[in-house]
Structure formats: structure tokens, C-alpha cells
């Protein structure tokens, strides 16, 4: 079958997002007072949201509930297709629930590949279609945040967000048309003359992009 989801979310992540934390920001610039505290958790917070942006993904762990819909062709007929559901969150933690048009499924019904987030209907332990016009998984998916002693973030999203919120943070204190300074004896500063110019298609410098590249959602 060919289907449409509708996801809705059953337990949700502590918000905000934060990707890194207060304590990993400051030990990484030598911050030792408190005074900007709240300045710095806007920052990741912001950070953390571009990471969101660029990955397309919601990374914080929550419980969802995302029903399929079997779609209907010009003619009327339903489209057979053999391929597996495509799971909205990853990874997936936990299957709770299984129901095919009200029926649930027994723990041998279905297969789901954690790390991509594809969920397979299985027959005999064999790949088989998904079949039924309405089809309802409650599920567990993503990624237990920084600040939890059993986080699982992948190091390199807690790299670049705080990079990310380091880019932020001097950006907030300095002109962004400089382009170069010389100090020793107050020398000189050039400017970037015309638009300001970024690495990548996202904005982001070349190494955060590229470090971001592995985790955005390209399964459609």
C-alpha cells in the first residue's frame, strides 16, 4: 500500500531542546561566572533549533502515535507497494503498539530497523506489503539529551551545536563585516565587501555542515 502519516505526540521532550549544556558551553570558553547564564541557554537553545532546521529531524526522545492512511489512486484502487513504513522519528527505542485497522499485531507481525527508523511487515518471518486502510504505531524514538547521565547524543551533534552557539556568541560581540584583523600596534581591520560570504548551502561553515551531513533526514 501506499500511505500518508499524521504523527501526534504522546509524551513529549523537556523543553527547551538543548543539545549541549550550560556546563559543557562554558567549560569550552572558560566561562566562570554566572551573569550570562540565561544569555547562554538562549544561545544553545537557538543552536540547537538550527540543528533541528538543517537535520530536519526532532532529535530529543518523545512517544509518539503515527497513524498511516492507505492512499487512494486516480482510478479508485488502492496502490500496492511492498516497501516498509517510514517511521517520522528515529532512532526508534521502543515499539509500544501495532494496529491494523483495529487489530493489533503480535511482536512477530512487524520488524523495525531502530537506526533508520523503517518499520517492515513480516509474515512467516518473511517481508511481506503492509496491507489495511488505517494503520496506528505508538512508538518511542529519538535521542536522550545532554545533562542525562545515559544520554546517547551522538558526539558529533553535541560538537556542532556547540559550535554553532561559539559562532553565536562572538557574533554577538563583533562587527560580522570584519573580515581580518592586525593588531600589534593598532593596525589594520578589512571589511568583506558585498554579501558576506558562507560556506555551504546551509549557511553553516563547511566543517559544521559537513558534520551535520550524516544525521539530516533524506529518507523521502
Request: hydrophobic fraction near 40%.
Amino acid at each position: 500500500m501506499l500511505y500518508s502519516a499524521i504523527l501526534s505526540v504522546t509524551e513529549a521532550a523537556e523543553t527547551p531542546i538543548l543539545l549541549t549544556t550550560l556546563e559543557a558551553f562554558k567549560a569550552q570558553m572558560g566561562i566562570t561566572v554566572s551573569e550570562k547564564d540565561d544569555l547562554i541557554e538562549q544561545i544553545i537553545a537557538r543552536a540547537s533549533g538550527r540543528i533541528a532546521d538543517t537535520t530536519r529531524r526532532v532529535l530529543a526522545r518523545e512517544t509518539v502515535a503515527e497513524t498511516f492512511r492507505a492512499r487512494l489512486n486516480t482510478s479508485g484502487m488502492v496502490t500496492p507497494e511492498a516497501a516498509p513504513l517510514i517511521l517520522a522519528r528515529y532512532p526508534v527505542s521502543s515499539i509500544q503498539s501495532v494496529t491494523v485497522d483495529g487489530e493489533a499485531l503480535a511482536a512477530d507481525g512487524y520488524e523495525v530497523d531502530p537506526a533508520s527508523g523503517l518499520l517492515y511487515r513480516l509474515s512467516s518471518g518473511f517481508w511481506c506489503s503492509w496491507t489495511g486502510a488505517r494503520i496506528v504505531v505508538a512508538y518511542t524514538a529519538g535521542y536522550i539529551l545532554p545533562g542525562n547521565s545515559d544520554t546517547n547524543l551522538p558526539p558529533a551533534l553535541e560538537e556542532a551545536c556547540l559550535g554553532i552557539a561559539r559562532m553565536r556568541w562572538f557574533n554577538d560581540s563583533r562587527d560580522p563585516l570584519v573580515k581580518s584583523e592586525d593588531v600589534p600596534d593598532v593596525g589594520s581591520t578589512q571589511y568583506w565587501v558585498g554579501d558576506v560570504p558562507t560556506a555551504s548551502s546551509s549557511g553553516l561553515p563547511t566543517d559544521l555542515a559537513d558534520t551535520l551531513e550524516p544525521y539530516i533526514d533524506r529518507r523521502l
